[in-house]
């Protein structure tokens, strides 16, 4: 082949029929596919690594395309091996989305409709399913990896893939247009405090009193709308946590990075198709709680299992952390009342917002902001109960100026000038902060 490439040819016959058709090219890539699948033998496949695997398939694939098509171009030839390795081993035409690091989110609305954000800002791409059964074929691929399920009796699901990006699908009959799916990329290599610092997430200052009251074991909430960084930020902070303390982490669908040793993991349970078997987060938190654990870190409260979580707090499961969904800290403590309540708990209002001033310590507000940056926009201190009020300080903030000519919000990280009354529990744990660091200013500008 090589030596041919170096003499002029006639076009190939899959060149002259994408000429005449878009089809060509598909059509000889599902030949071959096809006939790959007839020719494995499934019984030593699966004695296989999965490097060998593919090395050894690819021979077939190249044997396959000079058989089927001898005179294709050595462009063809490659695209070819390459799209019927990836229908075979990965995710089909995402695979070509998955490899690009400035993809952060992938989109799809349908077959053919594929949108991907880069830098903040979505663009429709070039990238299509063949038809609607290809993109329900490679979503079963996905779901069925981590040992979920999607079909008409169950046509939701919230899935991962291996780098730890984050699925949710959602096929027809509740999908009218074509199964819809959403990838939250966060890469196999998660983001550290210093590339956050970089961003300009949060100041130094700020990342110096996270540090100190992760290590004095307080109880924070990271609270934010969609999209706006909060696992990201809790994978970061959770870097702060020593090596020597046993975590227990409880998610839907696992998508944490943590670094430290000693971790255990757990996953919550869908039903099965009779409808038995779930294993709600709330099941998990009481378990976790049995497994003496330092700390519990929940990806999201999201329902009962909240009351649960904040129980822990208050009875000596000190500095767990978990997220919430709300654009602003006093939504959050309004959210988590709402997600006691939907548990059936009979409980006084003033009860719970009792439990919450005493088990929390801290709320992290980060939001999304137009044009893309995302920032933490307020460090606030729950306090205590007042009456029937709970009673919150500001500590860190940041102030939106304006929109720069690119549509670009800007504006100017701040300290408050308030000293938060949990200092006492810091130096006892033998921490100390410089005593200027609450002092009135402004911090950082974007």
């Keep these: 082949m090589s030596s041919l490439g ?29 006939k790959l699948v007839d020719k494995l033998d499934l019984s030593k496949v699966s004695d296989l690594d999965s490097d060998t695997l593919r090395r050894e398939i690819r021979i077939v694939v190249e044997h396959l395309c ?14 070819l091996i390459d799209e019927v390795l990836n229908e075979t081993f990965g995710l089909g035409p995402l695979e070509a989305l998955l490899r690009d690091e400035q993809i952060t989110e992938i989109l799809i609305n349908g077959p053919e409709r594929i949108f991907v ?127 020597g303390e046993r975590i227990i982490t409880i998610e839907d669908s696992a998508e944490l990075q943590l670094q430290q040793e000693h971790i255990v993991r757990l996953e919550t349970r ?14 998990l938190v009481k378990n976790a709680l049995r497994m003496r654990p330092d700390r519990v870190i929940i990806g999201e409260c999201r329902g009962p299992e909240t009351l649960d979580m904040i129980q822990a707090m208050n009875t000596g499961h000190e500095g767990s952390m978990t997220t919430i969904h709300a ?10 009342e709402t997600l006691v309540l939907m548990g059936g708990v009979e409980l006084p209002m003033k009860a719970i917002r009792q ?28 306090m205590n109960l007042e009456q029937d009020t709970v009673i919150m300080q500001e500590v860190f903030r940041y102030r939106q100026l304006g929109i720069d000519q690119e549509g670009k919000a800007f504006g100017q990280f701040e300290s408050c000038g308030v000293r938060p009354s949990f200092m006492p529990k810091l130096e006892a744990s033998g921490i100390r902060l410089p005593p200027n660091l609450f002092a009135e200013r402004v911090l950082l500008r974007d």
């Excluded at 060509?24 to 890539?29: A, S, Y």
């Excluded at 009218?176 to 405090?193: E, N, T």
């Excluded at 869908?270 to 099941?283: Q, V």
């Excluded at 654009?327 to 988590?336: C, G, K, V």
């Design 270 to 283: 869908p039903p099965n198709i009779e409808g038995k078997g779930a294993i709600p987060a709330r099941s």
């Design 327 to 336: 654009n602003s800290p006093r939504d959050a403590t309004s959210r988590i």
């Design 66 to 79: 000079d058989t089927e098509n001898p005179l294709l171009n050595r462009m063809e030839r490659q695209r």
């Design 6 to 34: 170096k003499l002029p040819q006639p076009p190939s016959r899959l060149s002259q029929r994408n000429q005449q058709s878009g089809k060509g090219f598909d059509e000889l890539k599902q030949l071959i596919h096809s």
């Design 355 to 382: 439990q919450f001033a005493s088990a929390v310590d801290m709320i992290i507000q980060v939001n999304r902001l137009q044009g893309g940056p995302r920032k933490v926009t307020s460090v606030t201190e729950v």
């Design 117 to 243: 954000e880069r830098a903040g800002k979505l663009v429709l791409s070039d990238v299509k399913f063949r038809d609607s059964q290809h993109l329900l074929q490679i979503i079963d691929r996905i779901v069925s990896k981590v040992g979920r399920r999607i079909d008409e009796t169950s046509p939701m699901c919230d899935a991962r893939l291996q780098d730890g990006s984050r699925v949710n699908a959602i096929i027809p009959p509740l999908a009218l247009d074509g199964a819809a799916v959403s990838i939250r990329r966060f890469g196999s290599k998660p983001l550290m405090l210093q590339d956050l610092l970089r961003f300009k997430a949060f100041t130094p200052e700020m990342a110096m009193l996270f540090e100190a009251s992760i290590k004095a074991k307080l109880n924070i909430i990271i609270s934010g709308g969609t999209g706006s960084g909060k696992t990201t930020l809790l994978n970061t902070l959770s870097s702060f946590v020593p090596d």
